[in-house]
């Protein structure tokens, strides 16, 4: 039986990000394109004890909001929503990790 699984997985993903937004009752779902980096990688980040944003920095290639996105937009983002960076962590972490939550 052939193996559907790729070695070397795609290089990109989409993540759902619900972002709270001051004086409004519901969040904004947020799409973002994040890179899919290996373990290593993450192991190396987040050994550093880095920050939210710089995580974000570092994965988020693209996203769905009414600016085109830029690493100076990013940086607006996150300025202006100081949630966004830890909820872009914990987004990215819960679709990498899901398969652990399903056993």
């Not at 989409?14 to 394109?33: K, M, N, R, S, Y």
């Amino acid at each position: 039986m052939k193996s559907k699984l790729k070695l070397n997985p795609n290089p990109t993903f989409e993540i759902i990000v619900a972002i709270p937004v001051a004086g409004q009752l519901q969040d904004e779902d947020v799409a973002f394109t994040v890179k899919s980096l290996p373990q290593s990688k993450l192991d190396e980040l987040t050994s550093e004890g880095i920050l939210y944003s710089d995580f974000a920095k570092e994965v988020v290639a693209g996203w769905d909001i009414d600016a085109e996105f830029s690493k100076d937009n990013l940086m607006v983002l996150l300025d202006n929503y100081p949630q966004s960076g830890k909820l872009i962590f914990d987004g990215y972490a819960k679709e990498i990790y899901k398969a652990a939550e399903k056993n």
